[in-house]
């Protein structure tokens, strides 16, 4: 009994506990509680401050509800609720009796949201980038939130000296004004771009490679001279490309180190690389074992890789391209080729294309999307290839070409996918249309024919057919003429471009020759191919022509052609087209 009494004293002492003696249990038993979990019977709970928020909404947010008991934590954990809202800028609960009087002062509404200082951004970026709306409650955190992600935006477009400052103006009914001040600042240039670890290339040669540049007076329109983290981001994939595209396979980048300037308006970039050794290519082999009668000499003849040169990456990738196309035309179209480069002690690579097995493939079905005018058939004449044939990537690619080459698609895309069996593909064929019509109106002055008007229609894609007619007319003082041509690029359904012409001239030239000129006439084309780069056209011409009313005063010469004539004639025409583009073209004669 006089051991439990000292442990009692010193837990008094020291302030532990504070004792409840509601039940002495024999006088052998003290019953302690923390002063935390005292519990208080609530009977009314009511709000003060309210305005928008009803306040049985602030009563749902707590923990306490009347008739029921709580203690100092409920009232904690009431207050971080109600502040967790956002509705309310303070919130105060006090005990009047067995009552509890929450008050609340209810966070303002945003009338508007304003940006000012800002040139670089427009007004409708900034909103759209952050959280603060007008007619929504104002909330401290999510201004905070804005103005970290403005200034993020002003980072991403190179102003890291750029500050912004929310201000708030107060207006009636708890209403604010919510103003962003911004100061852009200057850009943050790139004032200087170092290499270190670098031997067999200068810095020059590496900024050479890298998009990113420094800071020149001549670069003011590029913007190629800002700090972009995610232009960095790319710069290392481009050093990377530059070093294995001239023979350093084991090329590796250390770190890269942006340092901001203390004014922050210029950074210092530091690549430090490793270059290893170069290489050079020992042998160069085909391994189409995992595919039924392909012949590995075929496929290694149009690898581009060269044995004794440098090795090079950027030669690599063409020699994939080129094995690729010509097993699509040995109808493997999916074919995957996996190249194995092999270091070799003597700082040199056997280089192995290996072709992945794969089934041959036959065309199952060719879908065309997007032509809303102009006719499947339009489209698919353009095709070597029909449903059933053998499936040939060079086919396919020159196809695209050809269809792109028919100037009535702003876009053309060819895309082979997996059919309903593994010897089947589909093909794709995405199309966006573009305007063919064509109007022409000129007005204009002549030396020869006077004052002259012009008008001119084409339609290149009449009714949608792939036909191409074309109207046109000039009146002048002392000419007239008409012109109507139709040509028909697919006659009876075969590659033969067939047109007429038809044309009516006349003249007066009296002042100049004391006589009068007209010449109506017409032809007849024909175009069709002798090989796929060279082609023939055929073309008859039958006109009459008059000459009448001649001046009495007119030479001899003009006079004795009076009268009607008619001519016929027959000529032709060689073509040689060999251009990757028609339309644009880059390469070829």
Not at 31 to 54: L, M, Y
Not at 156 to 171: D, F
Not at 370 to 386: A, M, S
Not at 482 to 509: C, K, Q, W
Request: charged fraction near 30%; charge should be negative; proline fraction near 3%.
């Amino acid at each position: 009994m006089m051991m439990k009494f000292f442990v009692f004293i010193f837990c008094f002492t020291f302030g532990l506990y504070t004792p409840s003696f509601a039940q002495d249990r024999g006088g052998d038993f003290f019953d302690f509680k923390p002063q935390s979990a005292k519990q208080t019977r609530v009977n009314n709970i009511s709000v003060e401050g309210t305005n928008r928020v009803a306040p049985s909404t602030v009563i749902s947010y707590m923990d306490i509800k009347p008739g029921e008991s709580y203690s100092q934590d409920d009232l904690s954990e009431s207050l971080k609720n109600l502040y967790a809202t956002g509705l309310f800028a303070d919130v105060n609960i006090r005990q009047d009796k067995n009552d509890l009087v929450v008050v609340v002062v209810e966070n303002p509404i945003i009338n508007r949201v304003v940006f000012e200082g800002n040139d670089e951004i427009e007004d409708s970026d900034l909103a759209g980038e952050i959280s603060s709306r007008p007619r929504a409650v104002y909330v401290r955190n999510d201004v905070r939130n804005d103005v970290s992600r403005v200034q993020e935006l002003y980072r991403r477009s190179g102003k890291y000296s750029a500050e912004v400052t929310p201000e708030i103006i107060k207006l009636d009914q708890n209403r604010i004004d919510l103003i962003f001040n911004i100061t852009e600042g200057s850009d943050s240039r790139i004032m200087g771009v170092q290499f270190i670890g670098n031997e067999a290339f200068s810095d020059n040669d590496l900024r050479s490679a890298i998009a990113t540049k420094e800071n020149r007076w001549y670069r003011f329109l590029s913007g190629n001279d800002k700090y972009d983290p995610d232009r960095l981001a790319f710069d290392e994939e481009l050093l990377r490309r530059f070093y294995m595209k001239n023979g350093y396979v084991d090329y590796n980048l250390v770190s890269t180190n942006s340092e901001l300037a203390p004014n922050k308006d210029a950074f210092f970039i530091t690549f430090t690389v490793d270059e290893g050794e170069r290489y050079k290519i020992n042998s160069i082999t085909a391994d189409t074992s995992a595919l039924r009668n392909v012949n590995q000499s075929d496929v290694e003849a149009v690898i581009t890789m060269e044995e004794g040169n440098w090795y090079s990456s950027d030669d690599l990738e063409n020699s994939v391209d080129a094995v690729t196309n010509k097993l699509g035309d040995l109808q493997y179209a999916f074919a995957r080729i996996r190249p194995d480069v092999r270091r070799n002690p003597d700082k040199t690579v056997d280089v192995v294309f290996r072709a992945e097995e794969t089934q041959r493939v036959f065309v199952e079905e060719i879908n065309i999307k997007g032509n809303v005018r102009t006719l499947d058939k339009v489209i698919r004449r353009e095709f070597d290839v029909v449903e059933g044939d053998p499936f040939s990537s060079s086919k396919i690619a020159k196809a695209e070409r050809d269809i792109q080459s028919l100037d009535f698609f702003n876009n053309v895309v060819v895309r082979p996918k997996p059919g309903s069996s593994p010897d089947q593909t589909v093909i794709d064929v995405e199309v966006e249309e573009k305007s063919t019509g064509e109007v022409s109106i000129g007005a204009g002055f002549s030396s020869s024919d006077g004052a002259l008007a012009d008008l001119r229609i084409r339609e290149r894609n009449f009714l949608g057919k792939g036909q191409d007619v074309l109207f046109s007319t000039t009146i002048a003082g002392e000419r007239t003429e008409f012109d109507l041509s139709f040509t028909e690029p697919y006659f009876f359904n075969r590659d033969l471009a067939a047109g007429v012409d038809l044309f009516h001239i006349t003249r007066d030239l009296q002042d100049e020759s004391s006589y009068d000129q007209r010449t109506t006439g017409g032809a007849l084309r024909l175009s069709y191919p002798l090989t796929n780069k060279l082609r023939q056209t055929l073309k008859y011409r039958y006109q009459n022509n008059e000459i009448d009313e001649i001046d009495a005063s007119a030479s001899r010469f003009i006079r004795d052609q009076e009268g009607k004539r008619s001519t016929s004639a027959i000529s032709q025409n060689l073509s040689y087209i060999d251009l990757n583009n028609t339309i644009a073209p880059t390469d070829g004669v």
